[in-house]
Structures are given as C-alpha cells and as structure tokens.
C-alpha cells in the first residue's frame, strides 16, 4: 500500500507513481499493517526503481499463441504458472531418480559426450570437427559404452544423468537433445531390473501426486486423448514373440538368410506400415512391434524378449537364443524404460558390430558402427550385468500431463524463422533458415 502520505524521502511518491510500471523490479521500505478491509499489506515509506521492463508483460492473460510461447520462453514462463511447476516438478523427479539410486550404492558418473565415436543406441549422431587434433567427432547418443567400461574397471554400480544428442526430427516425444539416467548393476538380471523400476517409478508418481493421485495419474496423448494411469505395481508383462504370433499368425523364422524378405512379405501381408529404406530386420521387426504391441501399452506394461537381432548390446535369452533378455517399459503407447541383461562376450558383441556396421553400409545412418575399444575393454571381463535407461523428460510429461515434450523443457529447441532473401553476387537470392 503506497500513498503520499507515508512516503519519508523526498519526490519518492512521484517517482513510484510516474516511472514504475508493471513487469519493474522495485525495492520498497516501510511498516506492517492492514488495509480497511483487513489484507495484511506493506506500508510504504521509501522506494527504490530497481529495474524497468521494457516490455510489456500479460501477466493477467496467458499467451495462448503456441508459436509465440516457444518463440518467447522467458515470457512464457513469466506469466505461464502451469509451465513453471512442470518445470518445478521435472527437479522432484530427478532428485528423487538420483537418491533412489544413491541410498542402494550406485556412483554417479560423468562420462564423455564429445569423442571419436558414438555408440550405446542406434541413432544417427550430431558430428563436428576438432580443429586442433583435426578429428571427426561425435556428440553421444548414449552413456551406455562409456559405463560398462567403468564395470569393467571394477565400479560395480554406476548411473549417469545427463544429456543426449540424437540428429533425429521433431514431434511431440522428441527432440534433438534430451535427458536420461542410465545405470549399471553387476550380478543383477532382468527380474532385479522390473522390480527396481515398479518401486522408483511408484514413489515419484507418489512424490508428485500423493498415495491416492499416483494411481490416477492423468497421461495426455494428445490434445484430444487421455488415459487415467497407474504407477503402483506390479506392472502388465507383454512376451513379444508369443503376444505377436497369436495376434498375426507365426512369425518367419529369425535365423533366416531370407529373414528381411520374408519380414517385409509379413508386414504387407498383415497391413503393417512398412519403414522407410534401407528395410533392415531390426527396422521391419520394431514396425511390427510398433503397430501391434504398442498400442496396447496403455497401463505401464513391460515388454519382453524382443529378436536378439533388434539389439546388438544385449545377452540372449537362455530359454532361446535368438530373442534378448531385454525389457521396454511402455505407457500410454510410449517407451519409457529401455533395459536387458549386458552382452559380456567380446567375441559375440564383436560379429554383432560387424552386422550393424553391415547395416551401417547398406544405408541405416542409426545403426552403430564397429566399436574396437569397446571389443578390447570387454576381454577384460564385465561380470554378469543389467543395465537400465529411462527418458526424464517422457516420465515428466506423463507425471504433469503434458502432451508435448516441449512443456517440460526449460528452453527446447526452436526451429529459426526464415530471414530476408540475401543478395548474392549476381543478383541471385536465397533464404537462411
């Protein structure tokens, strides 16, 4: 409360009345008391104009222009509360990943994101150049090499929480850099890995929430679809080669010379969206899945033993060879957890590179390619181990209902907006995006 009256230094009342506007930050010195309607008010006997906004600020209408909210995230979050507590509740939700992991002894890590190489997923990488020693260099697609290499020096429990970077499009689940945990457990197997993350994900839900809200928490697909989701397990458990074999028929055989032919004559035959070129096995087996697992997702539910084909990094099922031991946590038809047993044999995890680095060179810019040092690291010995990987940024928007990935981001990246036409020499003109 401000009136002349009150004010002690000199031309403060005119100062305060004339130059400070909504959106300044202002400094303000006076008594405690009520107003005649009984509000708990400030006083104020002295003033100072700290910092002026020279914009002004909607503060009373929140901006509904999608493209001017990305545009202009400082505002946004200005006048967004929404947005500011998803942001508040992305930090619950890492502080707790990061004390889960810490009170049952796992040792964070940091581990390179700039090197020679990336591995640890199939993705295509942002490359540059390092000038000085002049190589070609990769941002990580992955912590994943990088930690199992510290199993093998002997860490027996690692995690790592931090950026990716994958050169891969934009939609509503992706983009180009994003934040995961990744963690490394020696002489754990895929039984330790789903309870781990019924327990972690359930008390987040529990954290954010509250008991009774974690079992209701509200994932948007859409701005239209909803589903009303429980975190608290245990969760639904989907075997992928058994579930797609009694919904479409028996699957052609996954040790096949003409395995990718007869994939690509399943999913026409069963009218799956076919992948776009190079069709490798991998790619027409995660279409299948995508199309007819997925989908049916909408509680958390763990899907398990994909094709050992679909993933280079992982053991084989003792039961049958030619699946993984490998789990994928789906909600709401998105992944959320990717996790398996760890390939600990050279030898085999050598000739899967090869396979990759096939695929590589038939036109898969994701496959990963042949990894030398990491061959060499494992012929030292990794014990038994499971390794786990969640999307922060996913769980984030599940847990706020956020339906776009961009509304758990402090600052997402924004495609430019087209600038002027440049002249070129000649009168040629072009656009810069």
């Known amino acids: 409360m401000a009136s002349k009256a009150n004010f002690t230094d000199e031309g403060g009342w005119d100062r305060l009345k004339h130059e400070v506007q909504v959106g300044d930050i202002a400094y303000f010195r006076g008594f405690p008391g009520k107003t005649g309607t009984g509000e708990l008010s400030l006083f104020v006997r002295a003033s100072d104009h700290l910092t002026p906004s020279l914009h002004e600020i909607p503060f009373k209408h929140r901006i509904k222009d999608q493209e001017k909210r990305t545009r202009n995230r400082v505002l946004d979050l200005l006048v967004n509360v929404d947005l500011r507590r998803r942001l508040r509740t992305r930090t619950t939700v890492i502080q707790h990943v990061r004390d889960f992991l810490a009170s049952r002894d796992f040792l964070e890590v940091d581990t390179p994101v700039l090197s020679t190489q990336a591995g640890g997923a199939n993705a295509r990488p942002f490359t540059t150049t390092a000038h000085a020693y002049g190589l070609d260099m990769a941002l990580r697609v992955a912590p994943e090499l990088w930690l199992k290499k510290l199993v093998v ?186 996790a398996y047993e760890e390939l600990n044999d050279p030898v085999e995890q050598r000739d899967r590179f090869m396979q990759q680095q096939r695929d590589k060179d038939s036109g898969d810019v994701e496959a990963q390619p042949l990894n030398d040092e990491f061959c060499r690291a494992l012929e030292y010995g990794l014990p038994p181990t499971a390794g786990w990987g969640l999307g922060i940024d996913r769980l984030c928007m599940m847990l706020t209902g956020a339906h776009h990935i961009r509304e758990v981001m402090p600052f997402p990246t924004v495609r430019p907006l087209a600038t002027a036409p440049k002249k070129e020499q000649g009168g040629a003109g072009g656009v810069a995006e």
Do not use: W
């Open 153 to 338: 020096a002997g860490f027996d429990r690692v995690f790592e929480l931090g950026k990716q970077f994958r050169n891969e499009g934009f939609d509503a689940t992706h983009n180009p850099e994003f934040v995961t945990c990744e963690f490394y457990m020696a002489y754990a197997n895929l039984s330790d890995l789903m309870g781990m993350t019924e327990q972690m994900l359930g008390e987040i839900a529990v954290k954010v929430h509250g008991e009774e809200g974690a079992r209701r928490v509200v994932v948007k697909v859409d701005d239209v679809t909803s589903h009303e989701v429980d975190f608290t397990g245990p969760y639904r458990v989907i075997d992928v080669v058994p579930f797609l074999e009694a919904k479409l028929g028996p699957l052609p055989r996954l040790d096949s010379p003409t395995m990718e032919a007869d994939l690509e004559a399943y999913c026409v035959k069963h009218h799956v969206p076919l992948p776009a070129y190079p069709r490798t096995a991998p790619r027409l087996l995660d279409a299948i899945i995508s199309h007819v697992i997925e989908p049916e997702c909408v509680q958390p539910t763990f899907v398990r033993g994909h094709p050992r084909i679909m993933s280079p990094l992982a053991k084989s099922m003792q039961e049958n060879p030619l699946l993984a031991a490998r789990i994928e946590l789906f909600v709401a038809g998105k992944e959320l957890v990717n």
